[in-house]
């Protein structure tokens, strides 16, 4: 079997067996073509088949040299998934990453933004330009519905349910929710809907797509980060923000409001509990106020 026939096999098992998306699929891939560059840059002939562990091991110390503890940790827990699928598929009998142990990492705490943070963000749009409206949708709905910037992107107009105040959300693995939608953020998507969307020339592809930009496409992750990135700097905030803070941010204002974290599990689209559960390690003062509220020896 040749790493290129490997890979591709890899890519179709990730997607069809385990429904993930291709920006995590081409992760896991990458992982896999480092091996294949150290293996032709040695001039060393490893098949994904006869590759042993003494081979792997010099690949992860050379590796290492360059990557941070958690990239380390990634790499080999993306190449051990990698094994372990040619062992399902049995192409192998073993996994040469069994005794190769990952770099202890400290659990990472999400960055936030404070409330007064994310209305100073918000204000700094300039709603006379013609994609200021739609910007503060944009913000609104990160923050007021805890999307991925996959999510938000996706959107569509028919995954609206205003009446219902829900919105149709779809996840990793195309699984699909349904998220409260705040009253003040249907306005902000309506106004935007009405008054800038209805006058694009829109491309006949993206139709149903909510957010779209000046040409009438639908806009990119990129294009997400850029805006946020700018408008931090805009008011001079000293930290490094992505969409994805607008969505720690939700799960951990819900929490410190008293939110239940099997409901802020369900808005988020996480498959497991212990996952949100990082949450609860953002503000610790939060869990002394629960014992003092609510434990009947209080």
């Known amino acids: 079997m ?13 997607k069809i067996e385990r429904g993930l998306s291709d920006n995590t699929i081409n992760s896991y891939v990458l992982d896999v073509k480092k091996i294949i560059s150290y293996l032709e840059d040695n001039n060393l002939t490893y098949t994904p088949i006869t590759i042993d562990n003494i081979i792997v091991k010099q690949f992860i110390y050379e590796t290492a040299k360059s990557l941070n503890p958690r990239s380390q940790s990634r790499l ?3 190449l051990k998934g990698f094994f372990n699928y040619l062992i399902f598929e049995e192409y192998r009998n073993d996994n040469p990453l069994d005794t190769i142990d990952s770099p202890k990492i400290g659990r990472k705490l999400p960055d936030t933004l404070s409330e007064n943070e994310i209305n100073n963000l918000i204000n700094a749009i300039d709603l006379s330009h013609p994609q200021g409206e739609r910007n ?3 913000l609104e709905v990160l923050y007021s519905c805890g999307l991925r910037v996959s999510e938000l992107t996706n959107l569509k107009i028919s995954d609206l349910f205003f009446e219902e105040g829900f919105i149709k959300v779809t996840g990793k693995g195309d699984k699909q929710r349904f998220v409260p939608i705040l009253e003040d953020t249907q306005k902000y998507i309506t ?5 800038i969307r209805n006058h694009l ?6 139709q149903d797509i909510l957010f779209l930009n000046r040409r009438g496409k ?3 992750r990129a294009m997400i980060f850029t805006i946020i990135k700018d408008l931090a700097v805009k008011i001079d905030l000293d930290k490094t923000i992505s969409p994805h803070t607008f969505r720690h941010s939700f799960a951990t204002h819900l929490l410190e409001n008293g939110a239940d974290l099997r409901a802020i599990q369900l808005m988020l689209g996480h498959e497991s509990i212990t ?3 990082i949450y609860t390690h953002v503000d610790r003062s939060q ?3 629960v014992i003092n509220n609510f434990h009947p020896r209080k």
């Not at 020339?201 to 993206?206: G, V, Y």
């Open 287 to 289: 869990l002394a106020k």
């Open 191 to 195: 106004i935007y809907k009405n008054e």
């Open 2 to 14: 040749k790493w290129i026939q490997a890979i591709t096999d890899y890519s179709m098992y990730l």
């Open 76 to 78: 080999i827990s993306g």
């Open 136 to 138: 503060r949708a944009i």
């Open 218 to 220: 639908q806009l990119t």
């Open 201 to 206: 020339k829109i491309n006949p592809e993206h």
């Open 275 to 277: 996952t949100t559960e």
